[in-house]
């Protein structure tokens, strides 16, 4: 019963982009603030980006900032997260998560106590 299933991870070279999306089921996104974390080996997860449910405000890691849009698409039930320019230092596993709430906040923490979590998808960047 996967509730949020990440996709449009890949290989890509240095400087190419991808579009990850996570999409849910069994909820509506349109109420839930989601976020976007990546994990790479021997790291720990960091968050990356997030879109609030109300108005759609954004955040964004510093090291991807410029370089990364969030954006959601309640008709698909559908967050994606646009990352162009990529570096090999953007390779890790990118998990979603959802929470019931209206705004973001800064912390963007990976120990929230997040309603739903996804299983992830993979980024490698690499020539």
């Known amino acids: 019963q996967l509730q949020l299933v990440e996709s449009g991870g890949g290989l890509v070279q240095p400087g190419g982009s991808l579009r990850l999306s996570c999409a849910a089921s069994?909820?509506?996104?349109?109420?839930?603030?989601i976020l976007w974390f990546r994990q790479a080996p021997g790291k720990e997860r960091e968050g990356v980006s997030c879109?609030?449910?109300?108005?759609?405000?954004?955040n964004y890691a510093d090291s991807v900032k410029g370089r990364f849009t969030i954006s959601r698409d309640n008709a698909k039930n559908t967050v994606y997260l646009q990352m162009n320019n990529l570096k090999p230092e953007d390779s890790a596993r990118y998990y979603c998560a959802a929470l019931r709430a209206s705004f973001c906040t800064n912390s963007m923490s990976p120990n929230g106590k997040y309603d739903y979590w996804g299983q992830g998808t993979q980024v490698t960047v690499s020539s």
């Open positions: 069994r909820f509506t996104l349109s109420s839930y603030v």
């Open positions: 879109i609030s449910s109300l108005h759609s405000s954004t």
